[in-house]
Each structure stands twice: as C-alpha cells, then as structure tokens.
Nanobody
Framework: VQLVESEGGSVQAGESLRLSCLAS????????MGWFRQAPGKQRELVAT??KYADSVKGRFTMTRDDFKNTVYLQMNSLKPEDTAVYYC?????????????????WGQGTQVTVSS
C-alpha cells in the first residue's frame, strides 16, 4: 500500500493550492484519510480529517474524499505564511491478504508548501 501526494508549491499569501493523495496497492478497505503538516522546528500537527479541522485552517481549508478513486484532496484557500510546512497524507487502511479486522496507518512522502508574504 502506498500513499502518493501531488506536488505542493510556492505561492503568495492569499493564493490557493490544492493537494491530492492517492492510495494504491492491495487495499481491502480504507477506513479514514486525512492531512497533517510539519513546519520547520515544530511537531507534526493535524490539519484535517473527515470530522475535524485544525483551528488555524477552519474556514480556509477543505478536505474532500473520492472513495471511487481512493483519493483525498485538500483545497487550501487564503494561504498564509504560517501555513508553510511539509504536508503529509495519512490513511488508516485494511490491506488485502490479512485479517479483515486489522488496519494499519500509512503516510505519504510529504510535499512542501511554501507561502510567502
């Protein structure tokens, strides 16, 4: 199982970016997907899941999921310099070949988002 994120990018404050993350491989079932980020010198933090957004991104970021495509998206609007970080896709997946009741947590490789003022 792999999570592959789209390229991030460098934008000016106030602009928008959309990230995507494709889950591929021997997948029996995807339980949940979400986004985290890690800024330099800081701990990795949750950005968005199906039921929760970080306070710092509420009203600006929207996560959507296409179950048919095994893909999750993060639409980021009104970006701020403090949004600069490496963004990671995260998923809890039940892989093929194992127990139907056992899931594992997978991470994408990370993608850099840089917002300049």
């Amino acid at each position: 199982v792999q999570l592959v994120e789209s390229e991030g990018g460098s934008v000016q404050a106030g602009e928008s970016l959309r990230l995507s993350c494709l889950a591929s491989g021997s997948i029996r079932r995807i339980i949940a997907m979400g986004w985290f980020r890690q800024a330099p010198g800081k701990q990795r933090e949750l950005v968005a899941t199906a039921t929760k957004y970080a306070d710092s991104v509420k009203g600006r970021f929207t996560m959507t999921r296409d179950d048919f495509k095994n893909t999750v998206y993060l639409q980021m609007n009104s970006l701020k310099p403090e949004d600069t970080a490496v963004y990671y896709c995260n998923a809890e997946i039940v892989p093929q070949g194992g127990s139907a009741d056992v899931s594992y947590t997978y991470w994408g490789q990370g993608t850099q988002v840089t917002v300049s003022s």
